[in-house]
């Protein structure tokens, strides 16, 4: 063991990778990934975790590192980073915003691994990782009470600009109307609401006001998890 780590000593200083060198960077690559990985999974808050991305975002660090390794020098470099960062938009359709942060952090840090700066890809790693855990356990950030998406439909003779505001008033904190469509050829309009409930509101008597206000109509709402 003592014999392959002086060997790969000895091909830091040369202008290319041996063969060597590459194998063990991959190696290096792939164990700062799965740590990566193992980071996502335990921060993750929802219901949509997905084996088949943390697999992904491994990959795909493994894959920046062998591409950057391959072509040499700081032209090189630029143009593997170029080749690398355009895969993201081809990427399937993200769950969380914080999905596309995960994805820069595994190719950043295959990118820094095929730069060779190994001893900087591990510090960077570790530190940007208690990072993420720390504000993950503090709950950084985080809205006062969870927000909602309300999508109301209501006859077009309702006067929604007056008659919801004083629910909303009662039983929310803020309110943002998102978006107005017309459905049913015309006949109804359906409303898309951003809320914030009050400490202590009770959602089904939020629901039960606007039911009576709009009619009876069609009422959906969804929880999410980042504020407004």
Known sequence: MD????????TLGQDRPTE??????MVLSL???????????ATYRGTRYSQDYVQTLVIMGLVTTILIMVVSGNLGIAFGMFAAFSVIRFRRNLGQARDLGFVLFAMATGMVVGARFYSMAVLTTLITSAMII?????????????????????????????????IFEEFTDATELISVETVQAGMMTELTYGVRLKAGAQLHLFVERLQLAN???RILVTTRQEGM
């Open 20 to 25: 060597l060198e590459v194998v063990l960077a």
């Open 31 to 41: 164990v700062l990934n799965l740590i990566i990985g193992t980071v996502y999974k």
């Open 3 to 10: 014999s392959l780590f002086e060997a790969f000593k000895e």
């Open 215 to 217: 009619g009876n109509d």
């Open 134 to 166: 720390v504000l993950t356990r503090v709950n950084a950030f985080a809205p006062q009470s969870l927000s909602h998406q309300l999508r109301i439909r209501v006859a077009n003779d309702i006067n929604y600009d007056e008659d919801f505001v004083p």
